[in-house]
């Protein structure tokens, strides 16, 4: 019914850079935002940055001014601009969505897709 389908991941010196992208499509009525996640190994997922439809934004604080999310509400993306990054950003980035599907009773829920890795080495 919804898919969120990421790309953009890959292997990267420090201090270099990388944009990931998620495309949002399937029975949608409505997104409320939308953002990333990642999680390393040994370690809880956390938060990275999310974007709501109406363009409020929020980061986590260790990757504030590093880190820039956009959102295109007519396409459904969501893009992660990273720049400067550190070894510590090495994780695997969940792209999420919070939205309501296009069903009679559908409730706000959030969607996840499967995940890119992102490594960064020293």
């Known amino acids: 019914q919804v898919q969120l389908v990421e790309s953009g991941g890959g292997l990267v010196q420090a201090g270099g850079s990388l944009r990931l992208s998620c495309v949002v499509s399937g029975s949608i009525e409505s997104i409320n935002a939308t953002g990333w996640y990642r999680q390393a190994p040994g370690k809880q997922r956390e938060l990275v940055a999310t974007?709501?439809?109406?363009?409020?934004?929020t980061y986590a604080d260790s990757v504030k001014g590093r880190f820039t999310i956009s959102g295109d509400n007519a396409k459904n993306t969501v893009l992660l601009q990273m720049n400067s990054l550190k070894p510590e950003d090495t994780a695997v980035y969940y792209c999420?969505?919070?939205?309501?599907?296009?069903?009679?009773?559908?409730?706000?829920?959030?969607?996840w897709g499967q995940g890119t890795q992102v490594t960064v080495s020293s």
């Open positions: 999420y969505g919070r939205l309501r599907l296009l069903q009679i009773g559908a409730i706000v829920s959030t969607y």
């Open positions: 974007v709501t439809t109406g363009g409020s934004t």
